[in-house]
């Protein structure tokens, strides 16, 4: 019997120089040491033996299980050693190269659609003189509704649109426009212009136009005798940047708190050219962007006078942009995290 152990530690030893991947050894361990493995069977035929044989022989399988096992997890280490090291060698970045450079080494990458279309927007704010702001996503009451004189009422306070924190006073946003008061706040003295990209989250049953997670950009403009044909020119300019060419729009009256009076602002369809289709609905319109002139008790929440100073906000969805921009029908994909969707929008 005792025999039966050494010549299977022999093979053991013999069998693990050979093996050099996670599969190997998974067979190694299966074949010696696994339920119906070498060392299970010796130790079954152990029932035959004399009691005496029995404590000797199952000592010393013990003992040699342990060593086994020892050497593998020896074996182990080193393959996954192995492994790193080729990943290493194989996914290397030599960071002392420019960034252009760098890119063209990196076989597959590319930027998210929404981040590509965030930083074009950016661009273009920024050579129209705006700052661009951050803020957080978790946000307190105020930011989010009180200080935007959304009161206690309004149906984006209910539990199915805001994602609450159990304390009941913290939330994730549920709109940039958090940031028009935090903005206000940082930049006290007017005149002053920013916008906010970043992400929004509601608790929403997802759709094709619908998800719990997606993409805004608020702009403020703050000044002296700001007018609607302010806002009307600088939303026609901003849209012909976007668009790349003239585009039509109007303005609907709509109702948001923070805002008096308040807009709906459409363009005419760039797919069917105002004629209608299925993608402004027959209507020839397609809505893009809420906007209105700033609320006195919004101003007056940031720290600014109403009596002296006035202007407007908006606020662009960005997901609808993207998909607008490169023919996206399902607004899931954007968070679906597959490589194939991705892939589409490398640029390199
Ligand atoms: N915060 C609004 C929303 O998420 C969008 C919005 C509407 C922003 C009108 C504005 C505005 O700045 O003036 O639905």
């Not at 020892?70 to 090291?85: S, V």
């Not at 993608?279 to 397609?286: A, E």
Request: charged share 30%; with cysteine; hydrophobic share 40%.
């Amino acid at each position: 019997m005792i025999e039966k152990l050494k010549s299977l530690e022999t093979s053991f030893k013999k069998v693990l120089k050979e093996t050099d991947t996670e599969a190997k050894l998974a067979d190694l361990k299966a074949r010696f040491l696994g339920k119906k493995g070498e060392l299970s069977a010796i130790l079954k035929s152990l029932a035959q033996a004399s009691p005496e044989e029995r404590k000797t022989l199952g000592q010393a399988a013990n003992e040699m299980k342990i060593r086994l096992t020892g050497k593998m997890d020896e074996a182990k280490g080193a393959i996954e050693r192995t492994i790193i090291d080729s990943k290493l060698a194989a996914d290397w970045i030599d960071i002392t190269l420019t960034g252009s450079q760098r890119a063209r080494s990196v076989k597959e990458s590319g930027l998210h659609p929404v981040t590509i279309v965030q930083r074009e927007l950016e661009d273009i704010f920024l050579s129209m003189g705006f700052d661009i702001l951050d803020g957080p996503h978790i946000e307190n009451d105020f930011y989010n509704f009180t200080a935007l004189n959304i009161p206690e009422t309004h149906p984006a306070r209910d539990m199915q649109d805001t994602f609450w924190f159990k304390d009941m006073k913290h939330l994730l946003r549920t709109h940039t426009s958090t940031i028009q008061i935090r903005g206000m706040e940082e930049k006290k003295y007017p005149p002053f212009k920013f916008v906010a990209p970043g992400k929004v989250f509601r608790s929403e049953a997802t759709d094709a136009s619908h998800e719990a997670v997606f993409h805004q950009m608020e702009g403020m403009l703050i000044g002296r005798d700001i007018t609607v044909a302010h806002l009307i020119y600088f939303e026609k300019t901003l849209l012909s940047e976007i668009f790349k060419r003239d585009v039509e729009i109007r303005l609907r009256p709509g109702f948001f708190p923070f805002v008096e009076p308040g807009f709906e602002l459409d363009i005419q369809c760039l797919i069917c050219g105002g004629k209608g289709c299925k993608v402004c609905k027959q209507t020839g319109w397609v809505e893009l962007l809420p906007c209105g002139m700033t609320h006195p008790n919004v101003l007056r929440h940031g720290g600014i006078d109403p009596e002296e100073y006035n202007g407007f906000a908006f606020g662009l969805g960005l997901d609808r942009l993207v998909m607008m921009r490169y023919g996206i029908n399902d607004i899931r994909l954007l968070h679906s995290g597959s490589i194939d969707f991705s892939r589409q929008f490398a640029t390199c």
